[in-house]
């Protein structure tokens, strides 16, 4: 039986001609989302490597000997860490816990060369340490700024680990705010933690940006997790950095309250005509603190010391300079809605100048 011409090229329920175009649209459509797939791990990959070829340059290793007495005995035991490059004429920021008590310091230069360096400044509280080598040809790290960070950022360890030179992992910012206690007892706010993998070694190497740009320095583990890594915000690092190349040491006044930076209710900033929209929350106050002798609450919104505004963590500390040590000063909070002002005295800081336990 013969079939009729507009039945012919029938499969089934449909026409064969047509059944072949959504076919190739289906492979076309599948090679070009794998195109697209490469494209954008190649921007990623590209995006990396442009990031550490700009900032490896500054990247340094660290070499320490210390003097140890055990059971009555004196002998040397070594240690090692990073550190970046700051300026051209030397100076190289690190961690405490890195350099804290050694007897002799080595750097290596990422091209090979190896000086002594001199310790300049110590701050254990925030965990940062200034060393200086005499050596030409210096290419110093660019700083970024940590306050324009915002999670899920693309973020670059550089450092040492093991010994392994200029070892690169890369990750994204996971949360900013954090607080980590340092062996002295206080807390480092402000901490960025990020899942790149840091390592024994990588302490005191820069945390960069997509742009090469340092936005941190690589701090601590926490050893049982897996990427649960922190750094020191870089805006923290630059404002001590600067005290401890000026004087060899960070005078810090303290209230003793840890915090973080958190958004003002819009309605409260509004009622109250506020010229700031953040402020530091508390989240714990010391016992026998001045903030606790002040009424200080967790919970309570640090927004203003004196006649200046607290808009972040660092700029509290900027305020909190050596200068105000037993000065008769004060807190503009906000405790929920209400606007309280309350009368504070800091004290010096009782840096115990132990180093962090975690590398």
């Known amino acids: 039986m013969k079939i009729p011409a507009k039945y012919q090229g029938l499969r089934g329920n449909s026409l064969a001609g047509e059944s072949s175009q959504p076919a190739t649209a289906r492979t076309s459509s599948g090679v070009e989302a794998a195109a697209s797939d490469e494209v954008l791990l190649d921007a990623y990959s590209r995006s990396v490597a442009a990031a550490v070829e700009k900032a490896s340059p500054s990247v340094v290793n660290i070499e320490v000997r210390q003097q140890v007495t055990h059971g ?7 240690g090692s860490g990073s550190g970046f490059i700051l300026s051209r004429d030397g100076f190289i920021l690190t961690n405490s816990h890195v350099i804290h008590g050694a007897a002799a310091i080595q750097v290596s230069l990422v091209d090979g060369r190896e000086y002594p360096a001199t310790l300049i400044g110590d701050d254990p509280d925030t965990d ?12 110093q790290a660019e700083l970024g700024e940590s306050a324009r960070l915002k999670p899920g950022q693309i973020a670059i360890a550089i450092g040492n680990p093991f010994g392994f030179q200029t070892t690169v992992t890369a990750g994204v910012i996971s949360a900013l705010g954090r607080s980590l206690r340092a062996q002295t007892g206080r807390l480092i706010d402000n901490v960025i933690q990020t899942d790149a993998a840091l390592n024994p070694g990588n302490s005191g190497g820069p945390l960069v940006d997509s742009r090469g740009r340092v936005i941190g320095v690589n701090t601590a583990i926490i050893r049982p997790a897996q990427g649960i890594c922190f750094a020191t915000a870089i805006d923290t690092a630059k404002f001590v950095a600067g005290w401890l190349i000026k004087d060899g040491k960070f005078r810090r006044a303290v209230i003793g309250v840890a915090g973080q930076d958190v958004p003002l209710p819009r309605r409260v900033v509004r009622f109250y005509g506020l010229p700031v929209e953040t402020g530091v929350l508390v989240i714990d106050v010391e016992k026998g603190s001045p903030g606790e002798k002040a009424g200080l609450r967790s919970g309570d919104v640090i927004i203003g010391f004196n006649d200046a505004t607290v808009p972040s963590v660092a700029a509290l500390h900027k ?17 929920h809605t209400e606007k309280l002002r309350l009368g504070v005295t800091p004290e010096e800081s009782r840096a115990a100048g132990r180093e962090l336990a975690v590398r």
């Open 319 to 335: 305020l909190l300079l050596g200068k105000e040590i037993g000065v008769e000063s004060f807190l503009t909070v906000i405790r």
């Open 72 to 78: 009555g005995r004196t002998g040397e035991t070594g």
């Open 128 to 139: 940062l340490a200034v060393v200086r080598i005499d050596a030409p040809g210096l290419v």
